[in-house]
């Protein structure tokens, strides 16, 4: 049988390739046990070279990691993105958003991200779709999109955003992230948002 040795590596993921960031590069590996702080070693497990810990009897897996984003639009149909203040594309627009925590539904993330990078409130009127992404840090995340209604007009740019602002479908700036470019995408498809 053959063994693949760590986390197998699939075609599919690769839309979010951005210049100067590595598309996949290589998780840290866990080398010590998250749960116990001991050492760990490799071994089969389920056709895979896993990280496994001997003390805690357990194979150490790797997961994604789940993060949202909000495509809220105002009522000329204009689409809000923010401008990030973080890396990775640091000054590139994207859709608000960001990783879920513990405890927390995705849609609660989605509108918690949505008040803390633009300043206002909204309410979830459904989901948009599923993308697995690259990440540098994490190496996949799913992304999962969602239509969001704003319930506040004024924007208040949060720390993690340089600016917020709505944008005609027709004035759209570059968009950062592959999985929000399809996103905003499937959203002025389905609606028929104006792209002039
Ligand atoms: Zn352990």
Redesign the pocket.
């Known amino acids: 049988m053959t063994v693949t040795r760590g986390r197998k590596e699939t075609s599919t993921i690769k839309d979010d390739h951005h210049a100067g960031e590595p598309p996949c590069p290589p998780l840290a590996e866990k080398a010590f ?6 050492p ?1 070693a490799f071994r089969e497990w389920e056709g895979m070279v896993r990280r496994y ?4 009897d ?1 194979p150490l897996y790797d997961n994604p990691v789940p993060a949202v984003c909000a495509v809220a639009t105002d009522p000329r149909g204009r689409i809000l993105l923010v401008q990030r203040n973080v890396a990775p594309c640091r000054g590139e627009w994207c859709l608000p958003g960001g990783f879920m925590e513990l405890g927390e539904t995705p849609e609660a993330a989605a509108l918690r991200e949505l008040a803390e990078e633009t300043g206002l409130r909204g309410e979830v009127t459904g989901l948009i779709g599923l993308k697995a992404a690259p990440n540098r840090l994490y190496h996949t995340v799913l992304v999962a999109g969602y239509r969001v209604q704003p319930l506040s007009r004024q924007i208040h740019p949060g720390d993690d955003a340089m600016a917020a602002n709505w944008f005609g479908v027709g004035d759209l700036p570059p968009v950062a992230f592959g999985s929000h470019r399809e996103f905003i995408e499937r959203v002025i498809t389905r609606e028929n948002l104006n792209r002039q």
């Open positions: 046990c998250p749960f116990c702080g001991q760990t810990c001997g003390n805690c357990l």
